[in-house]
């Protein structure tokens, strides 16, 4: 039996606005800036100390994914790179590879929202929603440094990663293989956990020697190994003899090495915790422990070696634990495996030409759950992704869109997530505006004011 605690308290309105957006990584801040910039009343909250979510304070780069031209997203990497002196770009397997430094990405984006009009509320937890007496979305409940507060709004935004605005609403989602219907429990289990790709804590090192220093995009990389013991074996090969001798954890087959256009940077994505429940404080603060030593493995890998690592070390590393997939939230519209598999274009669409590998990390063990990565063709994402069934005064954006679990794992990207924030931001002011409801919205009317700021539609 559950141990339970009941208490009633009466919880102050701080705060009203036309639009609220919640959750302050890409898909938010885009969404926040967009719908200022349509003239709504904004408030962003966000449970960190600074916006970025996953790009400043999950340390992850290089940014990913690509879209049609013209959208938010052009204009941030634009601003970013000019701050940034224009840094050498890659283009891989994994498309286009964009370097991002968190703390320029952090300058420009929280520049973007104070430009916009955005009031920015941090370290802002969600913690409830707020539902008026016919049981619509009107605001939320966060919890503060001065106890738990309300923040009223018109339309809100679920930018949060997790849904978590949307699952509380009562939405139905899908996590994993398995589907929760609306209103229904989660209980985590092997068939949901143990379907989810794992989580990671990204690190950069300092101290490369980039005359020698190869770089390794993924799994299927063929790089060779310059010189040294292991001269001219392909460096994919040597992670994977070092993970069967034991050398790398057991769930540790490829040391992803990203260029970050500064010399001597390299980003790393390697670190992988599997059957985590990420929803579960404790279960989170195992699974960062355990990943904050294979980041200590992984450096004496590489330098033990790899040629020019020698001298490397952790500069720095994310202040979260990074992770991959939780809920989709269930649209009146989903993103399908067709969809990417064919190159859907819709003219519902409010996100043109998304596209990268579907790409997913073994939820079980080590490498990518179907041998490798699989491409995709450019496909469009339709408004209704972006609307929750049977919910209203409610939209989401980012990587908890409906879709299923492989379409997830391409759109959860970055700049793919930065262009349905932009879209969601569009409905939401059309619906703060206009008193209606974003299944109301008539996606030609989204489509119309991007396609007037220049998104290629």
């Known amino acids: 039996m559950k141990e339970t605690y009941s208490y009633s308290a009466g919880i102050e309105i701080k705060y009203r606005c036309g639009v609220l957006v919640v959750g302050g990584g890409p898909a938010g801040v885009m969404a926040a800036v967009s719908a200022a910039r349509e003239g709504a009343d904004v408030i962003l909250a966000e449970r960190f100390g600074r916006v970025g979510g996953m790009m400043t304070v999950g340390n992850v780069g290089p940014l990913l994914g690509e879209t049609c031209r013209g959208t938010l997203a052009d204009e941030f990497i634009a601003r970013m790179r000019k701050l940034d002196g224009d840094p050498e770009l890659h283009r891989t397997r994994n498309g286009l590879e964009q370097p991002v430094d968190r703390e320029v990405a952090g300058h420009v984006l929280t520049e973007m929202l104070k430009e916009a009009g955005v009031k920015l509320l941090l370290t802002a937890a969600f913690a409830d929603v707020m ?3 016919s049981g619509r979305v009107s605001g939320c409940i966060f ?3 001065q106890g738990l507060f309300g923040v009223g709004a018109d339309i809100t935004v679920d930018c ?10 009562g939405a139905a989602y899908g996590i994993g293989i398995e589907e929760i219907e609306a209103g229904g429990s989660y209980e985590p289990g092997e068939d949901n956990i143990g379907s989810l790709q794992p989580m990671t804590l990204e690190f950069t090192l300092c101290g490369v020697d980039d005359s020698v220093a190869i770089s390794a995009w993924g799994g299927t990389d063929p790089v060779v190994i310059p010189s040294g013991e292991f001269a001219g074996m392909q460096y994919r090969e040597l992670c994977k003899m070092k993970n069967r001798e034991g050398e ?12 970050t256009g500064r010399p001597g940077e390299m980003n790393v994505n390697a670190t992988q915790a599997n059957g985590f429940d990420p929803f579960d404080p404790g279960a989170l603060g195992e699974a960062e422990a355990l990943l904050s030593e294979q980041i200590g493995i992984c450096v004496d890998f590489l330098r033990k070696y790899i040629p020019g690592y020698e001298n490397c070390r952790v500069k720095s590393s994310a202040d979260t634990v990074g992770i991959r997939e939780s809920r989709r939230i269930s649209g009146i519209e989903r993103v399908t495996d067709a969809d990417l598999e064919e190159g859907r274009h819709r003219d519902d669409a409010v996100v043109h030409d998304a596209w990268f590998l579907i790409d997913i990390h073994n939820p079980k063990g080590a490498g990518q759950a179907e041998g490798h990565a ?7 994402i339709p408004y209704g992704a972006l609307v929750p069934a049977g919910t209203d005064g409610l939209l989401v954006a980012g990587r908890c869109i409906s879709g299923t679990h492989r379409a997830h794992a391409s759109y959860r990207v970055m700049i793919i997530c930065m262009a349905t924030g932009e879209a969601a931001g569009v409905a939401a002011a059309i619906a703060s505006a206009t008193g209606s409801e974003p299944a109301d919205i008539r996606p030609a009317d989204v489509r119309a004011i991007l396609t007037s700021r220049g998104v290629e539609l």
């Open 131 to 133: 539902k008026d007496g």
């Open 160 to 169: 949060t990663g997790d849904g978590a605005v949307a699952a509380a609403a």
């Open 374 to 380: 699989h491409d995709a063709k450019a496909y469009d």
């Open 143 to 145: 919890t503060s440094q």
């Open 248 to 259: 790398l954890p057991e769930n540790i087959s490829i040391v992803r090495l990203h260029r």
